[in-house]
């Protein structure tokens, strides 16, 4: 059952399958791209809005921290800036409690009632002089305990603010703290500290700043933690756990220089954007289900027709050899098509008809030509009264031609033999060229390097001349000018070489293997070297004695390798080799 829903929806169809697989991946392509652009985009628009959120959130925390901040730094400036204070703080009290009392009231006066009821003094005057004794804002500077940051405010100006990086702790409450000198002509007579009570920072953080499921955070500058808000219930040891890769962070710089700090985990982000994926995903689905079934109507809607076609060519193969068998009907694609084949079929087995009826009529011929045999006398008789006649008529042209022939046809014919001499088959070769010359009026050149130890070697007749015919009527055809065939000749150990070459128009690779292969056609003259390689077999048994190197446009040269025989040694090897075949 599982099979055939599969076949359904993937068919065994060649055709078939390749329109329903394209159909596929051309229609899903741009859903699959949108989707993954709508996600990307649906997790940057997510991202952005809880940005922008907590982004106003931090920003409504800070203004209301700033604004407690800015008060405190403002009380603390008129107080170090107070000249009575000033003065005050440098008489000489020795024993007089009614001078030192007058100074607690005016002290008490210029601080004013704490801020918060629950907080005894935030403001707190460390005197440098040792009369005073301490009260509810004056201490002794001798009394507090020593840390960088008293250090750093007594070495400091007027108007620099020292905060404390930690928080002080004092009866179990927690202080954000921070220092400023007091100075009379810059004279260090004292340090005022501030303590503001943390958990009023802590409470803007956490009513306004903290969002719905994050958190909001402050740390010092050493990236230790001051304060998380008590909603959230992850465990964050230190800052450097609240990274990017895993928050969505907002951060700025309190007047304190400690940061406030919001985070979103992106899980949060992730599951919003996973339930739009999701919902993306699923029309996905249901997309391609659709796709399937409308790829699957369409392919076979397309290929149905001509797919029971060829299945009929498959099952009958009369249908091939009767065209009338192969019934159309309609006027679609499909059945034109099935027209053209019915054409291409019916032309196929015309043709076939007319090469069976060459072949027959060609045995027929063949038959005929070596039934009759024609007499070489009767040949050399009837080209004499030709000459003769053209000598009367004073036409040197034909009398020229006459005389090569001649020629040509007395070595070629040589009274029966199929094996005649080097210098034989190029003086053959060389009254053929001359031929040529006069029948086209072209100028081939025919240039010959020889090494003259071989002309008395014997070689089938008719091995060169091939090449030669094929390098003038395929090679140099055209060619009017600068028309050139090479035939070098020479010994190599065992062997005789002969490379012949011209500078016609040459060949490409496939059209050398083509005749090397013997899949030769006569646009290509392989029938002569066909031939040749097959005369080199019969002959010599090689299987390589020839090559072909051609470049289009600038010639082809052929190498033929033979062995090196006189006359009788050359018979005997073919008279064995026609014994070994039989």
């Not at 953080?205 to 500058?221: E, F, Q, R, W, Y």
């Not at 012949?500 to 083509?514: A, K, L, Q, T, W």
């Amino acid at each position: 059952m599982v099979k055939q829903k599969i076949r359904f929806f993937f068919p065994a169809s060649t055709m078939n399958n390749q329109i329903f697989k394209n159909l596929i991946i051309f229609t899903s392509i741009p859903i699959i791209l949108i989707s993954i652009f709508f996600c990307f985009y649906t997790y940057q628009k997510y991202k952005g809005e809880y940005l922008d959120t907590i982004g106003i959130q931090l920003n409504e925390s800070k203004n209301l921290i700033d604004e407690i901040l800015v008060k405190y730094i403002d009380k603390s400036s008129y107080i170090i800036t107070n000249q009575k204070l000033i003065k005050n703080l440098q008489k000489n009290y020795g024993n007089d409690l009614e001078q030192m009392i007058y100074f607690f009231e005016d002290t008490d006066a210029m601080i004013g009632e704490p801020y918060y009821e629950d907080i005894k003094s935030p403001f707190i005057i460390h005197a440098a002089n040792e009369t005073l004794y301490d009260g509810k804002f004056v201490d002794k500077l001798t009394n507090i305990p020593s840390n960088d940051s008293i250090e750093e405010a007594k070495n400091s100006p007027a108007t620099d603010i020292i905060w404390k990086s930690d928080l002080t702790v004092k009866d179990n409450q927690s202080y954000l703290t921070f220092y400023r000198n007091i100075v009379d002509f810059k004279t260090s007579i004292g340090i005022l500290e501030v303590n503001i009570p943390y958990n009023v920072v802590a409470l803007k953080m956490d009513t306004i700043g903290v969002p719905d499921t994050g958190l909001i955070l402050s740390a010092n500058k050493d990236g230790n933690i001051l304060h998380l808000n008590n909603q959230t219930r992850l465990e964050i040891p230190n800052l450097k756990s609240i990274t990017p890769k895993d928050y969505l962070i907002v951060s700025d710089s309190l007047k304190d220089g400690n940061q406030i700090i919001v985070a979103i985990p992106k899980m949060e982000v992730n599951k919003k954007t996973f339930r739009t994926i999701m919902l993306v995903v699923g029309f996905f689905l249901i997309y391609i289900f659709v796709m399937l079934l409308a790829s699957k109507t369409t392919a076979h809607r397309i290929t149905g027709n001509l797919e029971s076609f060829i299945n009929k060519i498959k099952r009958n193969d009369q249908l091939l050899l009767n065209e009338e068998l192969i019934q159309i009907s309609g006027t679609d694609d499909v059945s034109i098509i099935k027209l053209k084949l019915k054409e291409l079929v019916s032309r196929l087995n015309e043709i076939h008809k007319e090469v069976v009826a060459v072949k027959l009529e060609k045995s027929s011929l063949e038959i005929e030509l070596l039934q009759s045999r024609i007499n070489p006398h009767l040949l050399y008789n009837s080209l004499s009264v030709i000459n003769w006649t053209a000598l009367r008529n004073k036409d040197g042209k034909t009398v020229e031609i006459i005389d090569a022939m001649t020629k040509y046809y007395r070595i070629a014919l040589s009274k029966g033999n199929s094996v005649i001499s080097v210098a034989s088959e190029l003086e053959m070769i060389k009254e053929y060229v001359k031929i040529n010359v006069l029948a086209h009026s072209v100028d081939y050149l025919l240039v010959l390097d020889i090494e003259e130890e071989i002309l008395g070697f014997y070689t089938s007749k008719h091995l060169i001349q091939p090449i030669v015919e094929n390098a003038i009527l395929h090679g140099l055809n055209g060619k009017r000018e600068n028309a050139i065939v090479m035939i070098k000749g020479y010994r190599d150990l065992r062997d005789i070489v002969f490379e012949i070459s011209d500078n016609g128009r040459g060949m490409r690779p496939e059209s050398v293997n083509d005749i090397m292969n013997l899949n030769f056609t006569a646009s290509l003259g392989g029938y002569g070297i066909k031939n040749v390689i097959k005369r080199i077999q019969a002959y010599y048994g090689y299987n390589d004695g020839i090559a072909i190197e051609s470049e289009v446009g600038k010639g082809t040269k052929v190498t033929i390798r033979i062995e090196a025989l006189n006359e009788a040694e050359l018979n005997e090897r073919r008279e064995f080799r026609t014994f070994d075949a039989s």
